[in-house]
C-alpha cells in the first residue's frame, strides 16, 4: 500500500506546487501590497464596515481592514479558502476515476492489492497533497510578512491553516464519492460542489434567515473572519463538517468496492 | 493434472446487455489453453470476472484452488496478466513502470525484468508517452513476466506486435510453461492457437460454442471439399458420410476434386456458421 500511495503522490506532486504557489504568491503580494496602502486603508475600511449585510458577509463588520489581522483575514482568508476548497476538489474528483478515465485501470487492478487499500492510498494521498498545499502556502505568508515587517499572532493562524484544511478535506471527501462513482473526468461537478458551498455560505451570511438551511457547509466553521475576529470556532458546524466526512468516505469505499471497474 | 482454472456456469450481464451466460471452463496445469472467438465474444468479460475487476452474476471462478472472490489478492501474486489495451502512466520512464509493477507485487524482479527487456529489446529510459503500441505491449509483457507467475493470462497479447516480437514472445510462454507455469491466451488470431495451444475453447456471443483439443478439432469428421463441376468451383466443409459425398457428387460431371482436412480457420468458421 506504501508503494501506491508514494505513486500517488508523486502523481500529484506537480498539481500540489502549482496550486501552492499560484495561492501562496497572491498571498505574499496582498500582505505586500498592506504595507504600501496602509495610509489610505482606514478610510476604506471604515466604509467597507458599514455597508449592512454586505460587511456581515466578509466579516468587515467584526474585524477592521485597517489592522493587519483584519485585512489578512478578510484578502487573503478569502483566497486561501476559495483556494483550498477548489484545489481539494481537483485532486478528489479524479483521483479514483482518471485509472478508467486514462486506461490505466486494468495495469493498476492486476496487482495484488484490494480496492480498499487502492481508496486508502489514494485518499492519504490526498490528504497529504492539502497538508503539502497548506505548509507551503503559510510559509509563503510569512515571507510576506517577513517582506512587510507585520505579524499575526501565531496561534490564530494555526486555528486558521487547521480549519482551512478540514474544509479541503469536507470538500474533497464529497468530490471522492463523485470519483467513485464516475469514469470519466467530472472535474467540472467537483469544483461546482466546492462552490456551491463558497457561494451558499455567503448567501447564509448576506441573508442571516437561510443560516439555518444552507450555511452549514465548510465555510461556515473555516470562516477567516470570524476566526481571527474572536479565535472561536463553531463547534456545531465542524461537527456536521466531520460526520460529512465519515459518512463521504465510508460511501467511497462501499460504492468502490461494488461497482465494475471499467478499463 | 490439477486444474488451474476452474470456472463453473459464469453469468456476467451488464445490465440490459448482454455478458457471457453460463460459461464453463477448465484449464489444467502446464498448459496453453487457447480462449477464441472475434472481438465482443465474451472473451475480456470472462477474464475481467477471473480477475475481480468485474462482479459476477451467477457462478464460481476456482483459480490455484482458490475462490476468486474470497482470495482474490492472493490469486492475483500468481497471475501475470496482459490486458489487450497496454496503456501505463504517460508521464513515467518505462523502467519506473517496470519497477512500480514489481513493488507493488512486493518482490525484486530485477535481473528477471532485465532478461525480458534484452530479449524483447525494450528501451528502458523512455517515457511511456513515446512509446508506439507495439512497444507499449513489450513494456506489458515484462511487467506480466517478471515475478514468474504461476498462471499467465493474456488477452490478445499479439495485436501490434511485429513478427519478430511475436515470436519471441510465445518462445519466452514456451519456456515459463515448460518450467511449470500455465497460460489461457484470448486471442481471435487463429494460427496462434493452432500453433501454440493444446486445448481451445470457442466463444461465441457470450456463451461457449466448443471447447476441445486442438487435435480433435482438426482431426474430426470435417473435411474441407472442393470440387469443380461443369466449369464451376465450389469449396465446402462436409461432415457427414464421406461415401453419401462421393454418391451426390456423381450426379454431375466431376472435372476436379480435393478432400483434405480441414484447418482450424476452417473449424471455426465451420461453427460460426453453423450457429448462424
Known amino acids: ?263 | 493434472m490439477d486444474n488451474i482454472i476452474e470456472i463453473k456456469s459464469l453469468t456476467k450481464s451488464y445490465g440490459k446487455k448482454r455478458g457471457v451466460t453460463d460459461v464453463n471452463l477448465e484449464v489444467k496445469e502446464g498448459e496453453i489453453y487457447g480462449f477464441l472467438g472475434p472481438n465482443g465474444a465474451g472473451k475480456s468479460t470472462t477474464i475481467r470476472s477471473m480477475l475481480g475487476f468485474l462482479k459476477f452474476n451467477e457462478g464460481s471462478i476456482k483459480i490455484l484452488g482458490m475462490d476468486s472472490v474470497k482470495n482474490r489478492n492472493k490469486i492475483l501474486k500468481e497471475i501475470g496478466y496482459m490486458p489487450s489495451e497496454a496503456q501505463f502512466y504517460q508521464d513515467m520512464r518505462v523502467s519506473e513502470v517496470i519497477k512500480f509493477a514489481s513493488d507493488m507485487r512486493g518482490v525484486d524482479c530485477k535481473e528477471e525484468a532485465k532478461r525480458l527487456c534484452e530479449r524483447l529489446s525494450v528501451d528502458t529510459s523512455k517515457k511511456i508517452r513515446e512509446l508506439s503500441l507495439g512497444n507499449r505491449k513489450k513494456v506489458s509483457i515484462v511487467c506480466a513476466m517478471q515475478h514468474k507467475p504461476k498462471l499467465f493470462i493474456f488477452d490478445e497479447p499479439t495485436s501490434g506486435l511485429d513478427p519478430l516480437v511475436q515470436s519471441e514472445f510465445f518462445e519466452l510462454i514456451h519456456e515459463y510453461v515448460k518450467e511449470g507455469s500455465t497460460c489461457l491466451l484470448s486471442t481471435h488470431v487463429l494460427s496462434e492457437v493452432k500453433n501454440h495451444c493444446e486445448e481451445v475453447t470457442i466463444m461465441k456471443e457470450g456463451k461457449v460454442l466448443v471447447t476441445d483439443t486442438v487435435d480433435n478439432l482438426t482431426r474430426n469428421n470435417a473435411k474441407r471439399i472442393r470440387v469443380t463441376t461443369d466449369g464451376k468451383i465450389q469449396e465446402y466443409l462436409y461432415d457427414g458420410d464421406i461415401n453419401e459425398l462421393l454418391l451426390k457428387l456423381q450426379a454431375s460431371r466431376i472435372e476436379d476434386l480435393t478432400i483434405e482436412e480441414a484447418s482450424i480457420e476452417d473449424i471455426f468458421m465451420h461453427y460460426y456458421s453453423k450457429e448462424n
Not at chain 1, 476538489?89 to 485509472?99: D, N, P, Q, R, V
Request: include cysteine; proline fraction near 1%.
Open chain 1, 1 to 263: 500500500m506504501g508503494t501506491l500511495y508514494i505513486h500517488e503522490l508523486k502523481r500529484l506532486m506537480r498539481t500540489i506546487l502549482l496550486w501552492s504557489i499560484i495561492v501562496g504568491v497572491f498571498g505574499i503580494l496582498c500582505i505586500v501590497m498592506y504595507k504600501s496602502m496602509e495610509s489610505e486603508i482606514t478610510g476604506i475600511a471604515d466604509s467597507f464596515s458599514s455597508m449592512g449585510a454586505f460587511s456581515d458577509a466578509f466579516g468587515l463588520s467584526t474585524l477592521s481592514m485597517a489592522t493587519i489581522t483584519g485585512y489578512f483575514a478578510t484578502e487573503v482568508g478569502t483566497i486561501h479558502g476559495l483556494g483550498i476548497g477548489l484545489f481539494a476538489a481537483t485532486l478528489a474528483t479524479t483521483i479514483l476515476s482518471k485509472e478508467e478515465d486514462l486506461h490505466t485501470g486494468e495495469f493498476l487492478f492486476s496487482f495484488p492489492v484490494s480496492r480498499t487499500q487502492i481508496v486508502t492510498s489514494k485518499i492519504f494521498a490526498v490528504v497529504s497533497g492539502l497538508l503539502i498545499f497548506t505548509i507551503i502556502c503559510a510559509a509563503l505568508y510569512e515571507v510576506g510578512f517577513l517582506i512587510s515587517g507585520d505579524s499575526i499572532d501565531m496561534e490564530l493562524l494555526i486555528k486558521f491553516y487547521g480549519m482551512q484544511l478540514v474544509l479541503g478535506i469536507e470538500i474533497a471527501s464529497i468530490c471522492f464519492i463523485i470519483s467513485s462513482m464516475s469514469r470519466t473526468n467530472k472535474l467540472g461537478m467537483g469544483m461546482g460542489v466546492g462552490l456551491c458551498f463558497y457561494f451558499f455560505d455567503l448567501m447564509a451570511r448576506v441573508i442571516p434567515d437561510f443560516k439555518d438551511y444552507i450555511g452549514f457547509g465548510p465555510y461556515s466553521y473555516a470562516n477567516a473572519s470570524e476566526i481571527f475576529a474572536n479565535g472561536e470556532v463553531e463547534i456545531k458546524y465542524i461537527s456536521i463538517g466531520i460526520v460529512f466526512i465519515i459518512l463521504s468516505v465510508v460511501s467511497t469505499y462501499v460504492i468502490y468496492n461494488r461497482k465494475d471497474l471499467a478499463s
